[in-house]
T-cell receptor, first 112, second 113 residues
Framework: SQQGEEDPQALSIQEGENATMNCSYK?????LQWYRQNSGRGLVHLIL?????REKHSGRLRVTLDTSKKSSSLLITASRAADTASYFC????????????FGQGTELSVKP | DARVTQTPRHKVTEMGQEVTMRCQPI?????VFWYRQTMMQGLELLAY????????DSGMPKDRFSAEMPDATLATLKIQPSEPRDSAVYFC???????????FGNGTRLTVT
């Protein structure tokens, strides 16, 4: 069963623009993670935010977490064609520590 | 760079045949996950192990799927008998201490005809 729901399902932008992807989830969590997947490859971890954190940065990535709304967002600033990939959020359920459930993902296309 | 290794990368088999997929987690990682990815269902968690013990395999069709960790360096996922609906990409991922990220292998693309 899916825990995280990403929005939008697909996003197409021009190089240099910012890309924002959202994730909503249903249960209490220990942490929320974002991953990236290039076509034909495994997922690669981008950033982890714990339930007691509200915002986290890593390079051009900014992640926010609102536990009251059970939602998170991933912002990629100054996007590049190489950012083209699928992005997934994954939640670590509070009651099932360590069990990571993924959402359906957002397919991002960055046009040069 | 340490990585999770999955074999085979591709497998084409006929319905009814047994399929075994293998995963070598990163050395020192004590938690191993099996996921299945399809266009329709996305990434589904099939099973996961901690310290080689199965913690949850509720996502796995029990009648035909089985997952094991014979030792700390090998995880296996077996399908017997395979069916066309099992066609998917199967990913293995491993992780270390709690709140650590998952490291994924590049998957096994299974096609059952």
């Amino acid at each position: 069963s899916q825990q995280g729901e990403e929005d939008p399902q697909a996003l197409s932008i021009q190089e240099g623009e910012n890309a924002t992807m959202n994730c909503s989830y249903k249960t209490s969590i220990n942490n929320l993670q974002w991953y990236r997947q290039n076509s034909g490859r495994g997922l690669v971890h981008l950033i982890l935010i714990r339930s007691n954190e509200r915002e986290k940065h890593s390079g051009r990535l900014r992640v926010t977490l609102d536990t009251s709304k059970k939602s998170s967002s991933l912002l990629i600033t100054a996007s590049r064609a190489a950012d083209t990939a699928s992005y997934f959020c994954a939640t670590d359920d509070y009651n099932q520590g360590g069990k990571l459930i993924f959402g359906q993902g957002t397919e991002l296309s960055v046009k040069p | 760079d340490a990585r999770v290794t999955q074999t085979p990368r591709h497998k084409v088999t006929e319905m009814g045949q047994e399929v075994t997929m293998r995963c070598q987690p990163i050395l020192g990682h004590n938690t191993v996950f099996w996921y299945r990815q399809t266009m329709m269902q996305g990434l589904e968690l099939l099973a996961y192990f901690r310290n080689r013990a199965p913690l949850d395999d509720s996502g796995m069709p029990k009648d035909r799927f089985s997952a094991e960790m014979p030792d700390a360096t090998l995880a296996t996922l077996k399908i017997q008998p395979s069916e066309p609906r099992d066609s998917a990409v199967y990913f293995c991922a491993s992780t270390g201490p709690y709140n650590s990220p998952l490291h994924f292998g590049n998957g096994t693309r299974l096609t059952v005809t």
